[in-house]
């Protein structure tokens, strides 16, 4: 069964200081590892798609890292509108073309607080 | 990218009764997800939906609970069926854009529901 662990759960941050959040992972094959920032209230915002060990990707403040058993979002001088919980998934690849082959698993997410 | 809207926004029913929530995405896509969050929670899939075909649905989860639509390609409903409290959650609507190795997967803004 596919697992996902983050942490921390919870992150306080002051604005400019860097840090980075954790995504553990078990997974039959990966396909691909999909990071999200969620606001409250709101829908999953897709941030990148990681699909191989020494992948990386950036967007703005943002950069995502991955190898063989986790994932790391790197956040570099942070700001209060960065504040919202950071959710990772995997998804596993198997064959055919079933809803199962394109399921994602998520973790329970890091709830990162950014302030002044 | 992909624009996603959902009907109704939040709700407030009974237990007992039943819901349906739309969901409308910009574009074609072959396969449309439904996830539930319940509070607190990760995300965790309900089914797949594909045009033409009955929905797939995941472990734990029962089309005479969950019954899905699909018409076409841009649409497709949930309905949450003789709700009880425990059926209070967050319900999104999610589609994958791309192929190969370059692929998102987008939600919705979700559907918060309350049953009393």
């Known amino acids: 069964e596919d697992q996902v662990t983050q942490s921390p759960e919870a992150l306080r941050l002051q604005e400019g200081e860097s840090s980075s959040l954790n995504c553990s992972y078990t997974v039959s094959g990966l396909r691909g590892l999909f990071w999200y920032r969620q606001d409250p209230g709101k829908g999953p915002e897709f941030l990148f798609t990681l699909y191989s060990a020494g992948e990386e990707k950036e967007k703005e403040r943002l950069k995502a890292t991955l190898t063989k058993k986790e994932s790391f979002l790197h956040i570099t001088a942070p700001k209060p509108e960065d504040s919202a919980t950071y959710l990772c998934a995997v998804q596993a690849r198997k064959g055919g073309n079933t809803g199962t082959a394109s399921k994602l698993t998520f973790g329970t997410g890091t709830r990162l607080q950014v302030t002044l | 990218s992909a624009v996603i809207s959902q009907k109704p926004s939040r709700d407030i029913c009974q237990r007992g009764t039943s819901l349906t929530i739309q969901c409308q995405v910009d574009?074609?896509?072959?396969?449309m997800f439904w996830y539930r969050q319940q509070p607190g929670q990760s995300l965790t899939l309900i089914a797949t939906a594909n045009q033409g075909s009955e929905a797939t649905y995941e472990s734990g989860f029962v089309i005479d609970k969950f019954p899905i639509s699909r018409p076409n390609l841009t649409f497709s409903t949930l309905t949450v069926s003789n709700m009880s409290p425990e059926d209070s959650s967050i319900y999104l609507c999610s589609v994958q854009r791309g192929s190969g190795r370059s692929y998102e997967q987008y939600f919705g803004p979700g559907t918060r529901l309350t049953v009393t």
């Open positions: 574009s074609q896509v072959t396969m």
